[in-house]
């Protein structure tokens, strides 16, 4: 989800996404566990990088042992190139960036294509991965089928302007595993990833569900908003949170 927002549940709906204050820090146990994890880290909403005053996010990077920086950019959030320098200065430090592009899913398929060429001559140069799409489904406005006749047309675009970048497909919200399981059954081409958002919501999909539809579909699972110490999410503070988030090819810290 874009910096400085947060979700609000209304009786199990979300209804609406408004700013939040962006947490700095892991705590001990979580820094500890991110430093023992095998697979890369993503890093995502780091205070400033949306809005272009943040220039160097090493200091966050290395505090929670990330090696891949998280941006998402949203109509109203960095359209216009305001998270460059965050991107340009994790460049330079050494580290990858995924893009994660949130379309309003009421608009026509021309329109989200030109957005998506648009953000993506901003950025395409400084990326190793884009998510096309953010929680789309949390919207009135678009289906599974929505989301596979969007992919089709966006796909190709992100191919074109950026081919050395993995395209990753869901970023779905806990609300999601039925919609990107309908989306990949009615087709998703040219997806390399799958990445989804699993937070410990006890009505949510499980990461274990998560698992089993990424080998159905023979693709690497990405984890990218997992962890954070907020509420509802897989704070490794035993052995069985940290298990069930076995099997992902990327882990992401959320920090909101």
């Known amino acids: 989800m874009p910096t400085q927002i947060k979700r609000v549940l209304v009786a199990g709906v979300l209804l609406a996404l408004i700013p939040a204050t962006a947490g700095a820090n892991a705590s001990r ?13 993503a890093a995502g909403d780091l205070p400033g990088c949306l809005s272009g005053s943040l220039t160097d996010p090493r200091s966050y990077m290395e505090n929670l042992h990330a090696t891949v920086l998280r941006v998402v950019v949203s109509p109203k959030y960095g359209a216009d190139g305001q998270a460059l320098p965050c991107i340009r200065g994790a460049r330079t430090d050494g580290y990858r960036t995924v893009l994660v592009v ?36 949390i919207t009135p406005h678009l289906t599974s089928a929505g989301y596979s006749r969007a992919w089709r047309g966006i796909e190709p675009i ?41 937070y410990a919501f006890s009505w949510a999909f499980t990461p274990a569900e998560a698992r089993r539809l990424a080998r159905r579909y023979r693709l690497p699972l990405w984890y990218d908003e997992a962890y954070y110490d907020g509420p509802n999410t897989w704070i490794p503070k035993h052995s069985r949170s940290r298990a069930q988030l076995r099997g992902a090819a990327l882990i992401g810290v959320w920090l909101a």
């Open 29 to 41: 146990a979580h820094r500890a566990h991110l430093a023992s994890a095998r697979v890369p880290i």
């Open 102 to 137: 949130q379309w309003n899913s009421s608009w026509s398929l021309p329109r989200t294509e030109k957005f998506f060429r648009r953000i993506l001559g901003e950025y395409r140069f400084y990326i190793w991965a884009i998510g096309i799409g953010n929680e789309q489904e």
């Open 158 to 198: 992100v191919k074109k302007m950026a081919p050395w970048a993995i395209r990753a497909g869901g970023e779905i919200s806990p609300w999601g595993f039925r919609f990107i399981s309908g989306a990949l059954r009615d087709g998703l081409p040219g997806i390399q990833a799958l990445a989804v958002h699993p």
